[in-house]
């Protein structure tokens, strides 16, 4: 009888045991997902941390956002060329590549930053448009990847994406730049950034390892197998029964004729909770049969999120002139940097886990009147309504609530969408990126022309 309750008992701790490794294992890939995404936009959020910097030292002055800006929407190049051009190449091949690049971007920043000729930042206005190419590639390739495992990992990686903000502010506020308080320069602040960066290489290393061991140990099978199988090229989940459905799918699809290894092998999405519209798109095979109110659906997505990137990226470039007038602009200019990328944080990680709003329209109506209000600020200059010191606080904290509102809705189009056709999802996250990109594009050249040629921003005068 004793026997048998040691027994018992040392099963009930093994089950416990087995529970607590399985969270622990799935903490921990959430987590490098986290990571993966953190390099995103970590350059192009960097360049603007430092723009208190730049309006001393760049030939182009204030107007040096806009270059950036209109600079980094070059980049959306390159994502065009991988979803049109070569749709062959594996998503895990374009991330690799894309991070590597990333790094070396990073480096180059560090001793070209402030490089001039022709009388402009072609250092910087060169490297910008590469980070803006890594940065809108991660948009079509990242979710694309992490929809191959969970939405948590998907929410993981847009978490990531989004800190990436919060940690090029944190570094901004320690260094404090275009102070007579400044710590260190853009140098060493770039050159943080690249370690960091590093992070994500390594990460991305880790995802791959785990997915390759994860399928070996679930299926008993040697490297050839595996690799004959298709099992090396997708994302299994942390479990070795997700890496037994994918590679065993895979094979199946192999002994019937069809091409080892294809995307078509296998399509699966752990969530249950899409709905009609999600149910009715899975009952199709090719995006082009879906009914038309799905298809309808999706296409309102993809028209949602560009509409947002147009008027997020047309202020982006223009901001700093609203608080240009107000005491210290450069400490605004940066405040406002740093309250933005941390009220975007925020809604990209809490979004998912708050209340949705009744209709997707309603957020482009918040944003809009935010946008539009910060807008007026910046063409009335020194002739702000708002007086005082405070005044140019007042229009950090609408930036920093119009921001909020944006990274919200970014995340919750991201996240939801691809639940809309199930078997569609890699690809509705890899559309909604290149629109995503394509709002960005029209937003960052409707600034430039603005700032370029307005006479308002022409005559604008930094001393007020």
Known sequence: MDAEKQWASEGEATSWMHVDKQRIGKWFSLMLYFLLGLSSWLLVNGAFLELPILFMVSPEGYAIASYIVLAVQVGNIFPVLYVYAFPQVEVTIAIGVNLLVTELAAVLLIFFWDAVAFDHSVGLIVLSAVAGGVGSMSMVTLFSFASRASSQHMTAAAAGVSFNGLLGSVIALIQQPGKSTQRFGATTF????????LLSVFAFAVILYRTRTTTVKALGLGNDSIDSAGGGQYVAGSSEEEARTIVSATMSSSSDGEESGSVGAYERVPDTDVGMAGQLADETDG???????????????YAHIALINALKFCILGMYAYSVACYGNGSTLVLWMNIIGL??????????PSLPHVPTSWFMIVLQSATWGYLMIMVFLGARTPLPGPWGGWVLVFLYG????????????????APKISRHKAERVCQQLGLWNQAGACVGSIVSFLLVKYVPVFQTFDTSC
């Open 190 to 197: 770039f050159g943080i950034l690249a370690a960091f960066i």
């Open 287 to 301: 995006e082009e049969d879906l009914p038309r109110e799905v298809m309808l659906t999706i296409y309102g997505q």
């Open 342 to 351: 941390l009220c975007d944080s925020c809604g990209r990680t809490f979004g």
């Open 401 to 416: 609530a119009y921001n909020s509102f944006f990274g919200y809705d970014f995340t919750i189009i991201f996240v939801e």
